[in-house]
C-alpha cells in the first residue's frame, strides 16, 4: 500500500479495512502497537506505520482467525515474522492482480 500523505483519519482507514471506526478504537485499546496521534479534539490520526500495523492486526484476526488475546501472543513472539509474512502477501496480491489484468487484455 502506497500513502500519499502523514495521517489519515479514522473514517478513512475504516473505509479501507472495511470496518467501523468503533473497531479501530478498540483495537487501539488492545494493541499496544497501534498508536494513532489525536489532535485537540481527539480525533485521530493514522500514520503510514499505523496503517501498517492495523493490516497486521486485521490479517490475524479476520483471516486467520486468532482471537484477540491468540493475535496479542502471536505478535509479541513473532512481529518480524509477521511483518514479513505481510509484505510477502502483499507482493503476491499485487502480482495477482497484475496477472489478471494481462489476462483480461489479452482475451
Same mark, same amino acid.
Given at each position: 500500500m502506497l500513502f500519499a500523505k502523514q495521517y489519515y483519519a479514522i473514517s478513512e482507514v475504516a473505509k479501507w479495512f472495511h470496518v467501523n471506526p468503533s473497531l479501530l478504537r478498540f483495537w487501539e485499546n488492545e494493541f499496544d502497537i497501534l498508536k $494513532? #496521534? @489525536?489532535?485537540? +479534539?481527539?480525533? #485521530?490520526?493514522? #500514520? $503510514? %506505520?499505523?496503517?501498517? *500495523? !492495523?493490516?497486521?492486526?486485521y490479517f490475524l484476526l479476520r483471516n486467520r482467525k486468532f482471537s484477540i488475546e491468540g493475535a496479542k501472543?502471536? &505478535?509479541? %513472539? *513473532?512481529?518480524q +515474522?509477521?511483518?514479513?509474512?505481510?509484505?510477502?502477501?502483499?507482493?503476491?496480491? @499485487?502480482? #495477482?492482480?497484475?496477472? !489478471? %489484468?494481462? @489476462?483480461? *487484455? &489479452?482475451?
Open positions: $494513532p #496521534r @489525536k489532535t485537540r +479534539k481527539g480525533d #485521530r490520526l493514522f #500514520r $503510514p %506505520e499505523d496503517v501498517k *500495523n !492495523l493490516q497486521l492486526i501472543q502471536y &505478535l509479541k %513472539e *513473532n512481529k +515474522k509477521a511483518d514479513t509474512h505481510m509484505q510477502l502477501i502483499q507482493t503476491l496480491t @499485487k502480482f #495477482r492482480a497484475f496477472l !489478471l %489484468e494481462w @489476462k483480461a *487484455n &489479452l482475451g
